[in-house]
């Protein structure tokens, strides 16, 4: 890999609402936009998963064969693999995670506003100075509030929304489909792009889960904001003082985070354990 790209992390375990399908999609679209458009050149960006599923969890097994057959084809493809390289990094466990949070510059935490109970890779990564790339969700909100909402880049549809559209059922991911040419060529791939490998369906599962069953993550909803979101990443990563501006700010208010603050509260306010000195 291209030492001097961006490295885009995203490690955790794989599930749906982590939605690693939408980092996925974004890497297909600039992708296919490359091939579009000679003129189309991103800044050179590393894209990291780092993911297990669990045995019984086909989805989540399918996202991860989608994700090495996109990469064998991005990574091969001598047009384009100068801007954009995807790495799965198999086995993850925290021997690789001691090697890889430090090297991130982005860390993606990316899942559906709502679901997100915690998560605990942001803490990690915000130490060790990745900007989040997130929506406000678990400990994204607290990050935000410790480092300020601009040494993130924050995106997507909030809490409320989500619930709201759960609550009347308007969204449809075939409107989302018909009116946007990125979306339709992304999911369009599932059946006839390289990485299917002449199968079309190969990944009618993906396609089901997303089209056909309601894109209950909304990973189709929350595309446009992510693209957008990834395109400040490259724009701020360029102005060199300004990331490591935004990297110190990270570090300096990681301390909130640490285990002994946290265990001190959970005693006091959900324990109700007096002190022992």
């Not at 982590?18 to 996925?24: D, E, P």
């Not at 990574?75 to 993850?92: G, M, P």
């Not at 069953?213 to 003082?241: I, W």
């Not at 002994?260 to 005693?267: K, L, S, V």
Request: aromatic letters at 14%; charged letters at 25%; one cysteine or more.
């Amino acid at each position: 890999v291209d030492e001097k790209s961006i490295f885009d992390v995203q490690i955790k375990r794989l599930h749906a609402y982590k939605r690693q399908l939408l980092n996925l999609f974004h890497i297909i679209y600039l992708y296919q936009r490359m091939k579009e458009d000679p003129t189309f050149r991103p800044y050179p960006r590393t894209f990291f998963f780092g993911a297990k599923a669990a045995p019984s969890y086909e989805y989540a097994k399918k996202i991860i064969e989608c994700i090495v057959a996109v990469a064998n084809v991005v990574n091969d493809d001598e047009e384009t693999n100068k801007y954009l390289k995807v790495v799965f990094i198999e086995n993850y466990g925290v021997s690789l995670a001691e090697l890889i949070i430090p090297a991130a510059d982005v860390s993606e935490q990316i899942s559906t506003a709502g679901k997100e109970a915690s998560g605990t890779s942001n803490m990690k990564f915000m130490m060790n100075g990745a900007i989040t790339l997130g929506t406000m969700d678990g400990a994204n909100i607290e990050i935000v509030e410790r480092a300020g909402k601009e040494n993130a880049v924050i995106f997507g549809l909030v809490t409320k929304e989500v619930e709201e559209y759960y609550r009347n059922g308007t969204y449809n991911p075939w409107d989302m489909y018909n009116n946007d040419a990125r979306i339709k060529a992304v999911i369009d791939s599932l059946s006839y792009g390289e990485w299917t490998r002449f199968k079309a369906d190969r990944y009618r599962l993906i396609f089901d889960e997303v089209m056909n069953r309601g894109d209950q993550y909304f990973v189709l909803k929350d595309f446009d904001s992510y693209v957008k979101a990834q395109e400040k990443v490259a724009e701020l990563y360029q102005d060199k003082k300004g990331w490591s501006k935004m990297c110190l700010m990270n570090i300096a208010n990681s301390g909130y985070f640490s285990s002994d603050r946290t265990i001190e509260q959970y005693a006091k306010e959900i324990w109700h354990l007096e002190k022992v000195n």
